[in-house]
Nanobody, 126 residues
Framework: QVNVVESGGGSVQAGGSLRLSCAASGLTVSRCSMGWFRQAPGQERQFVAAITRGDSRTYYADSVKGRFAISRDKVKNAVYLQMNSLKPEDTAVYYC???????????????????WGQGTQVSVSS
């Protein structure tokens, strides 16, 4: 049974930082492409960042480039999202997702991900 669990969310002032964690069981994160998505109230879920299986290439949404960093720890079987210089518009529920396919064309699409966590709330105040 696969389980993906996010943690590390919270409330922070604009300009602050948070580090989200995604712990996986039932799958090996280094053999998957892993993504982070977010959903703000009243909005559709949107892509934030991804790290590919194998060569660990990273992809970011334009809105977070230079501020967020995705990484993976093979020993802990976990993925992280370091978020710096947070803005009020980063407020959302953040989701971790796992893509178990061998080849993926578009890491920004929700449909390529097979397993999702329940999400963790990030709130940024001005």
């Amino acid at each position: 049974q696969v389980n993906v669990v996010e943690s590390g969310g919270g409330s922070v002032q604009a300009g602050g930082s948070l580090r989200l964690s995604c712990a996986a069981s039932g799958l090996t994160v280094s053999r998957c492409s892993m993504g982070w998505f977010r959903q703000a109230p009243g909005q559709e879920r949107q892509f934030v960042a991804a790290i590919t299986r194998g060569d660990s290439r990273t992809y970011y949404a334009d809105s977070v480039k230079g501020r967020f960093a995705i990484s993976r720890d093979k020993v802990k079987n976990a993925v992280y999202l370091q978020m710096n210089s947070l803005k009020p518009e980063d407020t959302a529920v953040y989701y971790c997702a796992a893509d178990t396919s061998v080849y993926t064309l578009n890491y920004g699409r929700e449909s390529v991900y097979d397993y999702w966590g329940q999400g963790t709330q990030v709130s940024v105040s001005s």
